[in-house]
Structure formats: C-alpha cells, structure tokens
C-alpha cells in the first residue's frame, strides 16, 4: 500500500462540478492499493498517517501529527499510484489489486479511518474526480507499508 500525503492548508475533491469532499488544514492522502495489501496493510497505514510528524510545533519543527493538529484527512483512491513505471514509456498497472478488491480495501480503510479520526473526507472510489489543493510547504510525502 502506498499513500502520497501532502500538507495543505486547504483541498477538495469534485465530480462532475459537485464538491464531494474538503478539508482545511490538514493532510490530503492519496491511496495506491497493491495486489497484495490485506486489511493488515491498511490498518498500519491509518497508525502511520495519524501519527506521521509533517505540522510545526512552537518551535518551528516538525513534531505534531495532523491528530495533534485536529487537521482533516481527505483520502482519495488513486490506483495510478501503483503503477510500475521501470521501463518503457507507458504505466503498467499489473501490481494494482483488481478493482472490485480494492474498492472493498478502500472502502474498510475509510471506515476505520473515520472511527479513529473527526475530520474526514473522501473522493469517490474509481470516479473521474477533480482534486484541488493548497500544498502548504510544500511538503509531500510518500508512505509505504
């Protein structure tokens, strides 16, 4: 499983000029589910990502996780993310569970990452979407269980 997460002081997902889901401060986390990732892999992902370290603290360093912020969490599926991209000139997305798996994955780590979070948002699990953002840093990073 991997997650590109980027700080933002704002982000939104639309589809079909509708605003499905928007946060403020916080992360914005884009999810890439791998042929083999299993409830296991998203539960320590959610861990990771609630307690990952990326929001200044009064010292000006990087202490506080978005819980400790009270940030949002705006999670969007993205199965591009997983794509093997070593030779050639076009994506293969043989390492990409198969879409019904992955929509059931996705769909449980939303689930869980709402019981464990207040402020959470989401796209819409394989739709066209539209993602806007204000990348606060910018700091991008990306996790991999």
Request: with cysteine; net charge negative; aromatic share 8%.
């Amino acid at each position: 499983m991997k997650a590109l997460i980027q700080r933002v002081s704002s982000a939104k997902v639309e589809v079909e000029s509708v605003i499905i889901g928007e946060i403020d401060q916080g992360l914005l986390v884009f999810i890439g589910i791998e042929k083999y990732d299993e409830l296991a892999e998203a539960d320590k992902m959610i861990k990771r990502l609630l307690s990952y370290r990326i929001f200044y603290d009064d010292d000006d360093k990087m202490n506080l996780s978005v819980s400790d912020v009270k940030g949002g969490v705006l999670l969007v599926s993205q199965f591009t993310l997983v794509a093997d991209t070593n030779s050639g000139t076009r994506p293969g997305f043989s390492t990409a569970k198969p879409p019904k798996e992955a929509e059931e994955l996705y769909n449980y780590f939303v689930h869980q990452m709402q019981k464990a979070h207040d402020t959470v948002a989401t796209g819409i699990f394989g739709a066209d979407m539209q993602v806007s953002l204000t990348n606060d840093g910018p700091v991008t990073f990306l996790l991999e269980c």
